[in-house]
Structure formats: structure tokens, C-alpha cells
T-cell receptor, first 111, second 113 residues
């Protein structure tokens, strides 16, 4: 059974700082997804990483995937308040196979 | 383009009562998912449909949960009877067959008293 571990679970950081969220998973997976969830809202897709070494960037967020290490990272650069949310990683199989979500990282950006 | 639509958005019922949730996926999306999200946790898959066929229902508690997608478009998830532990958010998602990305609806927040 695939296990997904995110850390930290809670992260409080000041505006303007950089930080990284880590996502480790236990069995081989050829792709990984990052989602954002605001309180009381649904999940918004951020990144789809499809191969080993994949790196994607959108604004102040950058995600990478190392399938050999079974590790994905979500790096935040110069954080702003709008990035406050819970971030989930979810390794998945080919096509529409089951996504297994991590427990999430609750990120709070402090002015 | 309209996103995934779910209703109701909120539902409060007493234990042992039945409840049903409805989902309308994005037009043209053949694959539909129902997820359960407990407070402070990530979503967990309950069932996945490809068109009308439930291709993965291994995590659906079949003693009290049922789902259907009769015409391969809308879907209904039912709980009968509801228990206190069923209080959670029920999310519906859809995607194209073989596509990389799942699109989530706003969810139904169920409270069982």
C-alpha cells in the first residue's frame, strides 16, 4: 500500500522568506500531483509532474520530482500572504489510476 | 467552461438517516471520482467510474454506501444509514480517460448529529 508523507505538517513563515515542503512516498509512482486547498474550498491543481527530474514553476512556486528517491519538493520563493493554504501532494499511477494524497502541509504566511 | 458541480453544499442530518449527494462532472469527462475528506486530512478515494462502470470501488464501505452513474454523466453517492463517523466533506472529481489531471468540485460538507 502506498504511503505518502509530507513535512512539515504545519508551516508558519514570514513574508519574503523561502521555504520547501517535502513529499516522500513509499512505492514506485511515475507521476505526482500538487494541489492547493483554501479553507472551506475544494482542491485546485497546481502542478502535474510526469517524469523523473521534472521541474515546473508557476509564480513563486516551483515543484520537482525525483522518482528514484520517491521524493517531490514544493519550493516557495519570497512568500506572500496569498500563498497561505494547505498544500497536498498525491502520487498517482498511469492514466486515471488512484491518487493517494498526503496529509497536507498547512502553510501560514505572516506579514 | 463550467467546473464540477456538486449539491448540496452542506447537509446536516441525524444519525441513522439516509443522505444522498449529487455530482455533475465537467462536460466530456468520462472518469468520475468520489473522495472522502476528513478534517485535517487528505482526500481518500471511495469509488472511480469510467463511463457507467465502477472500475475501483475497493474503498467504498458497501454495507452502508452506494453509488451510481447510470448514464455515464451525473453520479449520486448515498449513505444509508448515516453514522456519526461519516461527518466529513465528500468531494467529486472528474477527468478525461487517460488524462493527467483530476478536477475537483466544491464538495458537500456532511454533519451527522
Amino acid at each position: 500500500e502506498l504511503k505518502v508523507e509530507q513535512n512539515p505538517l504545519f508551516l508558519s513563515m514570514q513574508e519574503g522568506k523561502n521555504y520547501t515542503i517535502y513529499c516522500n512516498y513509499s512505492t514506485t509512482s511515475d507521476r505526482l500531483y500538487w494541489y492547493r486547498q483554501d479553507p472551506g474550498k475544494s482542491l485546485e491543481s497546481l502542478f502535474v509532474l510526469l517524469s523523473n527530474g521534472a521541474v515546473k514553476q508557476e509564480g513563486r512556486l516551483m515543484a520537482s520530482l525525483d522518482t528514484k528517491a520517491r521524493l517531490s519538493t514544493l519550493h516557495i520563493t519570497a512568500a506572500v500572504h496569498d500563498l497561505s493554504a494547505t498544500y497536498f501532494c498525491a502520487p498517482g499511477g498511469f492514466g486515471n489510476e488512484k491518487l493517494t494524497f498526503g496529509t497536507g502541509t498547512r502553510l501560514t504566511i505572516i506579514p | 467552461e463550467a467546473g464540477v458541480v456538486q449539491s448540496p453544499r452542506y447537509k446536516i442530518i441525524e444519525k441513522k438517516q439516509p443522505v444522498a449527494f449529487w455530482c455533475n462532472p465537467i462536460s466530456g469527462h468520462n472518469t468520475l471520482y468520489w473522495y472522502l475528506q476528513n478534517l485535517g486530512q487528505g482526500p481518500e478515494l471511495l469509488i472511480r467510474y469510467e463511463n457507467e462502470e465502477a472500475v475501483d470501488d475497493s474503498q467504498l464501505p458497501k454495507d452502508r454506501f452506494s453509488a451510481e452513474r447510470l448514464k455515464g454523466v451525473d453520479s449520486t453517492l448515498k449513505i444509508q444509514p448515516a453514522e456519526l463517523g461519516d461527518s466529513a466533506v465528500y468531494l467529486c472529481a472528474s477527468s478525461l480517460v487517460g488524462a493527467d489531471e483530476q478536477f475537483f468540485g466544491p464538495g458537500t460538507r456532511l454533519t451527522v448529529l
